[in-house]
């Protein structure tokens, strides 16, 4: 299975500031389409997991602009450019590429 | 507005088996099929495996397989998932998924699945 690995654990920001999670791969999940079959979702306090960015860099319905991803290969970076109160959540990359999908550990970012 | 449904929270002995169902609505269920992710007390997620939407076709996780079976009932909309052999270790929040647009971007609200003698 293709082992996926985030960091940091837990991510304490200011709101306004910008915030950075890191998620590797132990193999490329560049498809010969020129997509990277990477996923991300968040999952908040108390709620189900939801889609945040899919192959890559696309942001699912309802997601604001201030995420982005960016990277290629085995490393990629989720970005917020400017954090807010209601980004708070437990964030998962989980890559597509091969079956089983697998999971990153996840990064808690919780407001200072 | 597309949505699924689970089925509530069950409390099995070990060696039972248990089965959650998970309702769709508001979106073409048949065209993606459904995925099933689990979260562990405290955990992160794991996939457990995707069935078809006419049963044609499934896919399970290596560590579930002959443990697990999931179906789908089309003329209703269901989704199933019968996890067998429980262990202590089964305890965790059970989830289904399914597609709309692109990777699971439709979630039920979870299944509490808690395993004790």
């Known amino acids: 299975d293709v082992v996926m690995t985030q960091s940091p654990l837990s991510l304490p920001v200011t709101p306004g500031e910008p915030a950075a999670i890191s998620c590797k791969s132990n193999q490329s999940l560049l498809h010969s389409n020129g997509y990277n079959y990477l996923d991300w979702y968040v999952q908040k306090p108390g709620k189900s997991p939801q889609l945040l960015i899919y192959?890559?860099?696309n942001r699912a319905s309802g997601v604001p602009d201030r995420f982005s991803v960016s990277g290629s290969g085995t490393h990629f970076t989720l970005k917020i450019s400017r954090v807010e109160a209601e980004d708070v959540g437990v964030y998962y990359c989980m890559q597509a590429l091969q079956t089983p999908p697998t999971f990153g550990g996840g990064t808690k970012v919780e407001i200072k | 507005q597309a949505q699924l449904v689970q089925s509530g929270a069950e409390v099995k002995k070990p060696g039972a088996s248990v089965k959650v169902s998970c309702k769709a609505s508001g979106y073409t269920f048949t065209n993606y099929g459904i995925s099933w992710v689990r979260q562990a007390p405290g955990q992160g997620l794991e996939w457990l495996g995707w069935?078809?939407?006419?049963?044609?076709?499934?896919d399970y996780a290596q560590k579930f397989q002959g443990r697990v079976t999931m179906t789908t009932d089309t003329s209703t909309s269901t989704a199933y998932m019968e996890l067998r052999s429980l262990r202590s270790d089964d305890t965790a929040v059970y989830y289904c998924?399914?597609?709309?647009?692109?990777?699971?971007?439709?979630w039920g609200q979870g299944t509490t699945v808690t395993v004790s003698s």
């Open positions: 998924a399914g597609r709309v647009l692109y990777g699971m971007d439709v």
């Open positions: 069935n078809g939407p006419h049963n044609g076709n499934r």
């Open positions: 192959l890559n860099s």
